[in-house]
């Protein structure tokens, strides 16, 4: 399928130019790494922000993207009747933003008000974030970046800019690994009678933005939160950590394993029909397979799916019950041994 998208942008030097807003025919959005022949190395301040004032003299470009192909044309601005399909992307309207490896830099206020933005993809590259980038991204919970987990990236700088959920999946080339990071809670509160605030802080999601080194996640680190976690965090927050951890286990210890499976041993109960409610079929298979739940739990999982009517769901189930949960055989008599 081929998308057509307008880009406005300004340059930077002789070889880099600075996206300024983009229009496009869906709710999703993919940005070049060059235009023109130029490399597309920052979004501008306000970039995807809900309103924006531009200029007319700035230099505006008609691109077609490949879906299929991954690949760009620059297309005649005059050469179609393309310009009736095109909206502003940015506030309500954008959900998904891809942006090349070439970017290293988000302006001040790029998302601003982007109540819709759900998802950003990025590169390794991307070095500074703006102030207030993401500011009232309400539903932004998934950070996708094309590195391995343990190359350097700018996941430390997003992570620090929010504090609601945040799952963030290291898309490498060998392999891919995801890690959730929890909300957390700030506040100030005033020591009278000396004027002086102190800062207070909720969730085990702050300690969990602390656990990297030069920008590179310390995993080792990050489990050793769970057992507090597990005394302050919601079961569904706690679901989603060792969901992640197990499912991904690099740099993951027995220890650490054993902690995250008896504590989903535990809670089976809720677990299994939580996951049937978040329709996650995947990680119930996956439990399954590693012997980590038993069969009340898949019982619990179908009575969830049920009250869902869910169908789908309540087969799969089944399926697993028939295939890791086989009952033993009741011994069958004839009369004539009861003689």
């Given at each position: 399928m081929q998308i057509y998208y307008q880009f406005y942008w300004e340059k930077k030097d002789g070889e880099n130019i600075k996206i300024l807003r983009v229009f496009g025919e869906s709710e999703e959005a993919v940005i070049p790494d060059t235009i023109e022949g130029y490399a597309v190395t920052e979004t501008g301040d306000y970039c995807f922000a809900a309103s924006a004032h531009l200029k007319t003299e700035y230099e505006h470009t008609v691109c077609i993207y490949d879906t299929e192909k991954k690949t760009w044309q620059k297309m005649p601005a005059d050469s179609a009747d393309w310009s009736m399909r095109l909206v502003e992307l940015g506030g309500e309207r954008l959900k998904k933003l891809t942006l090349p490896d070439t970017v290293h830099k988000i302006g001040n206020y790029a998302f601003y008000n982007c109540n819709a933005l759900e998802t950003l993809e990025i590169g390794k590259y991307l070095e500074e974030i703006g102030s207030d980038a993401f500011m009232n991204c309400k539903k932004f919970h998934f950070l996708m970046i094309r590195c391995d987990v343990f190359e350097g990236s700018g996941a430390k700088q997003i992570l620090s800019r929010i504090s609601a959920d945040m799952e963030v999946t290291f898309a490498g080339k060998s392999r891919q690994t995801a890690v959730f990071y929890p909300e957390y809670y700030e506040s100030y509160d005033e020591i009278a009678p000396a004027h002086i605030f102190g800062r207070s802080i909720e969730g085990?999601?702050?300690?969990?933005?602390?656990?990297?080194?030069?920008g590179i996640p310390d995993l080792s680190q990050y489990d050793l939160i769970f057992p507090k976690a597990c005394a302050e965090e919601k079961k569904s927050t706690l679901l989603h950590i060792l969901s992640l951890r197990l499912r991904y286990p690099v740099s993951l210890t027995e220890e650490a394993k054993e902690r995250y499976v008896k504590y989903l041993k535990e809670q089976e109960s809720y677990m299994i029909p939580k996951l049937v409610e978040q329709k996650n079929m995947e990680m119930i298979?996956?439990?399954?397979?590693?012997g980590w739940i038993t069969q009340g739990a898949v019982k619990a999982g179908l009575e969830q799916a049920s009250r869902m009517e869910w169908a789908e769901g309540t087969a799969e189930l089944l399926r697993l019950k028939s295939q890791y949960f086989t009952e033993p055989k009741k011994e069958r008599y004839t009369f004539d041994e009861l003689w």
């Open positions: 085990e999601g702050f300690r969990a933005r602390q656990c990297f080194k030069e298979t996956f439990f399954c397979e590693n």
